[in-house]
T-cell receptor
């Protein structure tokens, strides 16, 4: 079974530029998560999708971050414009069922973003 | 609200020694609890999880954790550390449809 795929693995941009990350979850997984992991911290949930609907985006900085999951499969996360403090690893995860169940989240390798 | 506290951002043990990584949580509802491991430049991998039932949970790579409701703890242990255990470990709580992670503990194994 293929795991969660993410691209690119690394990205370096200058502040005020835009960037987009892509995630392809495990086939058949209805729930998809985007996390931000700043160096030295644990992952912080940005947004959770159930199929193509948003379940939780309470911690997503909506003035600059956006995410979509068209057709309920793969997803993109965009930052526009980027700030220095957005430097982090962006992790995508997927699960069969949403959090609040006993289901396990499977994580991709992450995209490391550096904003100069 | 829910939160996770991992005591000790860095832990060093000798190869063959006991590994003990501490995790305390708070949750307003009966929680699900998880331990994940993260190797450099990789995503998180589930070690073990507690949902309901037996409070001693066994996971992969010889790790286990015990859920203690009275102490609101979910400490991770392994009887004998191996060099390959060197990684960062995250405790997480799922209290009500949202997962909160701790800040992580980096485990160093000394040969």
């Amino acid at each position: 079974e293929a795991g969660v795929a993410q691209s690119p693995r690394y990205k370096i941009i200058e502040k005020r530029q835009s960037v987009a990350f892509w995630c392809n979850p495990i086939s058949g997984h209805a729930t998809l998560y985007w996390y931000q992991q700043i160096l030295g911290q644990g992952p912080k949930l940005l947004i959770q999708f159930q199929n193509n609907g948003v379940v939780d985006d309470s911690q997503l900085p909506k003035d600059r971050f956006s995410a979509e999951r068209l057709k309920g499969v793969d997803s993109t996360l965009k930052i526009q414009p980027a700030k220095l403090e957005d430097s982090a690893v962006y992790l995508c995860a997927s699960s069969l069922a949403p959090s609040g169940t006993t289901d396990t989240q499977y994580f991709g390798p992450g995209t490391r973003l550096t904003v100069l | 609200a829910q939160s996770v506290t991992q005591l000790g951002s860095h832990v060093s043990v000798s190869e063959g020694a006991l590994v003990l990584l501490r995790c305390n949580y708070s949750s307003s509802v009966p929680p699900y609890l998880f331990w994940y491991v993260q190797y450099p430049n990789q995503g998180l991998q589930l070690l073990l999880k507690y949902t309901t039932g037996a409070t001693l949970v066994k996971g992969i790579n010889g790790f286990e954790a015990e859920f203690k409701k009275s102490e609101t703890s979910f400490h991770l242990t392994k009887p004998s550390a191996h060099m390959s255990d060197a990684a960062e470990y995250f405790c997480a709580v799922d209290g009500y449809q949202k997962v909160t992670f701790g800040t992580g503990t980096k485990l160093q194994v000394i040969p």
